[in-house]
């Protein structure tokens, strides 16, 4: 058993704490080694032949398997590669085709933005009178009806770190007829998740947050093993094809989850993506959320103590959330910066929301307790009045 927290494992500048592993996963050290690898001596001096010298080509399975061991699913279910919002779309147009005689996509208006727009797209190109419906969080069940083909829910808000309970929503979604997708942006690596027991048919999540595979890292798509065969995929790839190199004239589907892979696989970042998840052996994953808990029942502790400006914009109930705190502060741009400036790394999410991610694989509570002292200084000295604090930047 691995015990928390590794934090040599990672490059971390010295002196920082950060609290922003939810958005971007730091560096593994292990993963600059393998890139390095990638380019020089695979790429550098097998090249083409490396996709079967050095093993390319299956790299993408090899990495599905491991993301599957983290959601509760089983080998072989878990396709990579692409853009988390391209598995969103995939996932709508998959669900919908199973529930032909359905006309509704039912989220809520508290989703990650993309995957309200990509759910607009495919409507938009669909042109068969598909509507998007996005009621808030605690009235989705409500929304439940006949009429509605899919639903889509992101378990994690990214805002306010409210978590959905899979198991009980997906029955609820289940009960009425209806195909359940779950995003799992913000809880890969962050929250245990169950998969197989809760019966979802389609689950889809980025890389790059809690699990550290690097900016831009290939997104994942899992299918129900018993559904596969009637997954007909949107974006009929070669990737996907049953045989890519047979080269056949028309498309035949992979009879695996493989089919939702679309085209070329991005070998160099799947390497770091790939040495990235190797830290996950022997993690055990109640272990880590114990330890996020803990972690984040402190720091709420500590800020509410030393910052009354700041109101908690996360459930207080530590099970009602994921692996993120985040608080409302109306200038909470300009304090994020100088928080920032300090040497604690949260980010900004509008209109008001500070927010933190809590990564037990390389945070202690002595750094909840540094960056709470920090925070203090902000809130006391009012360091965020600062006007270099108050221009935003392009990534906020
Ligand atoms: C981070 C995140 C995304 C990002 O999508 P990309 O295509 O990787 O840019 C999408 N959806 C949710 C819920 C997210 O949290």
Known sequence: ??????????????????????????????????????????????????????????LPQTVGDRIAGLIGAPAGSVATGDTLSIKVYQALAA???????????????????????????????????????????????????????????????????????????????????????????????????DLTGSGAEIAVGCTYKYLNGGPGAPAFIYVRPDLVADIRPALSGWMGHDAPFAMERHYQPAMSTERLR??????????????????????????????????????????????????????????????????????GYAAMQALIAQGVIGDFRAPDIMRFGFTPLYLDEGDIVIAAERMERVFRDALWKDPKFQTRSRVT
């Open 95 to 193: 669900a919908l085709k199973l529930r032909p005689d359905r006309k509704v996509i039912l989220s809520d208006n508290g989703n990650f933005p993309t995957d309200l727009y990509m759910a607009e797209g495919l409507i938009d190109t669909l042109d068969r009178g598909y509507e998007l419906r996005t009621p808030a969080p605690e009235d989705v069940t409500a929304h439940i009806g006949e009429d509605v083909a899919v639903v889509m829910l992101t378990q994690v808000d990214y805002r306010t770190g409210r978590m959905y309970d899979m198991q009980a929503v997906t029955r609820a979604v289940q009960a009425a007829g209806a195909v359940m997708i779950w995003d799992l942006a913000h809880s890969a690596g962050a929250v245990p998740v």
């Open 1 to 58: 058993m691995t015990r928390l927290p590794r934090k040599d494992l990672f490059d971390l500048p010295e002196g920082i704490v950060y609290l922003d592993g939810n958005s971007l996963g730091p560096l593994p050290k292990a993963a600059r080694a393998r890139a390095l690898e990638v380019i020089e001596a695979e790429w550098g001096q097998e090249l083409i032949k490396a996709w079967n010298t050095a093993g390319w080509m299956g």
């Open 262 to 331: 679309i085209g070329t696989p991005p070998i160099v970042q799947l390497s770091i993506l790939d040495e990235a998840l190797k830290i996950w052996d022997g993690v055990d994953m109640a272990e880590l959320r114990a330890a996020s808990i803990a972690l984040s029942q402190r720091f709420i502790r500590e800020v509410e103590a030393r910052c009354p400006e700041l109101v908690l914009a996360s459930p207080r109930d530590a099970t009602a959330r994921g692996s993120q705190v985040s608080f409302a502060f109306d200038q």
